[in-house]
């Protein structure tokens, strides 16, 4: 299966995405980084492994429409049967959901439905949850709304900034995503309405919720 990845910024899950694929811990091969950030971290890692990239910048495109139609389009012709948003920062429309829907996923830095749209870890901070985390989900047309396939915990410390609660949760992010890729490209994701299960007995019980080893707080 081919893999495209959506990223706007530093791309440490692209990273942790194009590793697991190295590693031979998700079968199948990212063909294709996207950005509509022409400076995005995200396609220098790309580069550096050989991963075709494409910078694709919305204010050229008449409206958001067009601009979405030649993404589908060069997602198509690179035969992309997944595309996995990492730190992709903008909202996708209907064009490209409806052109690849249950094919799409995303990674947010919050126990979903908690938290969604910008800044879940601050969020989270300055609610006062004791408990925060990861998610990774389908996209759908809603805001960080789509059905959730995996998720993991991670404790919130009284002494916690946003920094430190970000750094715990990332390595989470590390974690989860790419065991979500691998049992997609597996077939072992069966949507049933908002529900996400997973076929295998094994990965039924520990696929769907990782609880993070709760480090010694400093
Ligand atoms: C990650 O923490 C990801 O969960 C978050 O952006 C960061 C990207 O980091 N995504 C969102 O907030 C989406 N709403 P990365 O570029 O190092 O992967």
Redesign the pocket.
Known sequence: MNIAVL?S??????QALIDATEAGKISARIVLVVSDVESAY?LQRAARHGIETRVLRPKEFPDRVRFEEEMVRVLRSRQVGLICL??F?RILGSTVIENFRGRIM????ALLPSFP??H?QRQALEYGVKISG?TVHFVDEGV?TGPIIIQAAVPVFSGDTEESL?SR??EQ?HRIYPLAVQAFVEGRLKIEGRRVHFRGEESSRSGEVVLSPVPQQP
């Open positions: 990223a910024g530093r791309g440490t899950n692209l995200a990492a730190g920062m995303n990674i947010h830095p749209g910008l879940g990861c960080d970000s949760i990332l992010e």
